[in-house]
């Protein structure tokens, strides 16, 4: 059986001694006026280097106070003012939201193009999104930036997937061997739906290769804009325009697959539950099971876990046995594994297809475009993250791509969903594997954004839901995945953490444990994200004290947008359950103003 040379395989000879399932250090105490000096490394963002080891990184900053109204919206017109409170308002109401692409569909009918778009520029569009082209935009994002905001630019145009059923149907002919495939990776009458449940995200989709690489050349144009717009931007991109979501899926389930082997031999060694970095395989144990069942004879496993590769070590962990899977691995060969439960052999893939190792090869292409045009524009990517059934492809690419281009600093971002239960094993898992291996860990933090759709997929296929149980269980993942990466800023300086994040509490956490670890704002190492159009209150204070913090500012053409401002009254209905304090502070910015005579004339 061919897999890749352990030579690639295999690079964990040496492995740090802290046990990264336990904080490396308890939190310190706040530091006194001035911060220790800046450690050396380069900051996430391209732009000036850090200072020099001994340099003094000035004065702590300021407090920041989420509850004054006027340096919340000190940014703002009188009638951006009126507009937000008016739109996030309506977000709130159920009945609005829940048939808002029929509404929206009627008063284009009724009112025709024009004013069709002079409304939606008046209240949604003009709330929500920056303008229609890179030109247009430009003015609101020299707005922000002089208030110490900047942006992650996202081209939101959307294609309208249609009726779900014959979706279904094309999936289901292309994937072939349904009944076969585990229940997760099934195609499903919901497979992709970017409406139903989901706030936040799109996912494409198309019918070839070509449309990939369409979509990657409207990716190059906004790293372009964002080039263009400031000197420390980010872009998003998605790999679901670059892949071909069946192959994303099926590519899914093959790793799932693979690492749930690997805790099956690790129950055989009495190693059951235990963390994901704390289980090790014994390599003579491993290699006698590779044999019993039929996968690799003693000698060809040899080969993969020789001891120039392993160093002195004689077990195998998640990491190492997750390696083997090089992106240049033969996936087309037939590869069994053994099914605990039935006693059978099972293949890992079914009938994966030359054409779809090439995808393999072709997305990876494509992210190699996209990086090294990120790289000559001091741009950094953000590669967004998307359902459960594509994620384990997504991150799996993305962390190739890590390799290759964070050597120096971070230019590739991936996103973590924390309502996964799943999200604090796959960032200390990523983390330890930068550490091996010596790149930079970049990551975007968020709790998600497809709770609805993947709770009812579960329940609808009969497979485990993969969503933490409760919001609070969400809260607590994310704090804890960030305490990790903070912690990991603060020992090595090869991290780095976009805070995406509405939730004030979270900001708050995140500014008492940067103080504690003695993590400066200059340092770049963390900075923080909102949806533009959302949470001014809390993006324009931290800007205006001098954290890093951006908006996430969508564009395109209002009739091309429509699906994203369908997704975004979806995500504002849940969110203005909880966020009557917005609203109250626009009220009183709008009194302040009126009583002091600026209501008419700012």
């Known amino acids: 059986m061919a897999l890749p040379c352990a030579a690639r395989a295999l690079r964990a000879a040496v492995r740090r001694g802290d046990h990264p399932s336990r904080p490396r250090s308890a939190p310190a105490a706040a530091p006194p006026r001035g911060f220790s000096p800046a450690a050396a490394g380069a900051g996430p963002r391209p732009g000036p280097p850090p200072p020099p080891r001994g340099a003094e990184r000035g004065p702590p900053p300021p407090a920041v106070d989420f509850e004054d109204p006027q340096e919340a919206f000190r940014s703002k017109s009188n ?55 890179q030109e247009a935009i430009k003015p609101l994002l020299r707005r922000n930036q002089a208030f110490g905001v900047g942006a992650v630019l996202d081209y939101s145009v959307e294609e309208d997937l249609g009726d779900g059923r014959s979706r279904t149907s094309a999936a289901e002919k292309e994937m072939g061997g349904a009944e076969k495939r585990e229940k997760r990776y099934r195609a499903h009458q919901g497979f992709g739906d970017h409406h139903g449940g989901v706030t936040g995200a799109h996912t494409y989709f198309y019918a070839d290769e070509a449309k990939c690489d369409q979509h990657m050349e409207t990716f190059l144009r906004c790293i372009d804009a964002s080039s263009g717009s400031s000197d420390d931007g980010f872009s998003a991109i998605k790999l679901t325009a670059l892949a071909r979501p069946q192959f994303l899926v099926r590519f899914s389930e093959v790793l799932v697959k693979w690492r749930r082997f690997f805790h099956q ?19 003579e144990k491993l290699q006698e099971a590779l044999a019993n069942f039929g996968i690799a004879s003693k000698a060809e496993s040899q080969q993969w876990f020789t001891g120039e590769n392993l160093g002195t070590s004689s077990t195998v962990d998640l990491l190492d046995w997750n390696s083997l899977f090089d ?94 239960k799943e999200a604090y094993n796959n960032v200390t898992g990523d983390v330890e594997r930068s550490r091996r291996e010596g790149w930079h860990f970049g990551t975007k933090l968020v709790r998600g954004a497809y709770m609805e759709q993947e709770r009812e997929r579960a329940a609808q296929m009969g497979y485990e839901d993969p969503i933490n149980p409760t919001y609070e269980k969400t809260n607590e993942m ?31 956490f995140t500014l008492r444990r940067m103080m504690e670890l003695g993590i400066h704002p200059s340092d770049k190492k963390v900075c923080f ?11 324009f204070p931290l800007g205006q ?43 009183k910015e709008v009194k302040r103003r009126l009583l002091t005579g600026n209501l008419f004339s700012h």
Not at 555 to 565: A, F, R, S
């Open 79 to 133: 009638a951006e003012l009126l507009r937000g409170l008016v739109v996030l308002g309506l977000c709130a109401l159920e009945p609005l939201v829940q048939h808002n692409r029929e509404l929206l569909q009627l008063c284009q009918r009724v009112l025709g193009q024009t004013l069709f778009e002079r409304l939606m520029k008046m209240t949604f569009y003009g709330q929500f999104v920056a303008g229609e082209d």
């Open 265 to 283: 031999m690790a129950a055989e060694q009495g190693q059951a539950g235990w963390a994901v970095l704390d289980t090790k395989l014994e390599l």
């Open 327 to 420: 992106s240049r691995t033969k996936l087309s060969r037939p590869l069994l594994i053994p099914n605990r439960k039935t006693g059978q052999l099972e293949p890992l893939l079914s009938r994966f297809s030359e054409e779809e190792e090439l995808q393999m090869k072709r997305v990876l292409q494509r992210m190699d475009v996209l990086a090294k045009r990120a790289m000559e524009k001091g741009v950094r990517l953000m590669v967004d993250a998307e359902q459960s059934y594509f994620q384990p492809a997504i991150s799996h690419l993305t962390v190739e791509t890590q390799r290759r281009f964070n050597k120096s600093q971070p230019i590739i971002y991936n996103t973590y969903q924390c309502y996964l």
């Open 478 to 508: 994310y704090h804890r995945c960030l305490d990790y990466v903070l912690e990991e800023i603060k020992h090595s300086r090869k991290a780095s953490v976009m805070v995406a994040s509405h939730n004030e509490d979270t900001v708050k």
């Open 529 to 539: 994200g909102q949806l533009l159009g959302m949470c001014d209150q809390i993006t």
């Open 545 to 587: 004290a001098g954290f890093p913090v951006y908006k996430y500012v969508p564009y395109g053409p209002v009739n091309e947008v429509l699906p994203y401002l369908s997704r975004r009254a979806q995500e504002n209905r849940g969110f203005m359950q909880r966020a009557n304090r917005e609203r109250d502070l626009l009220w």
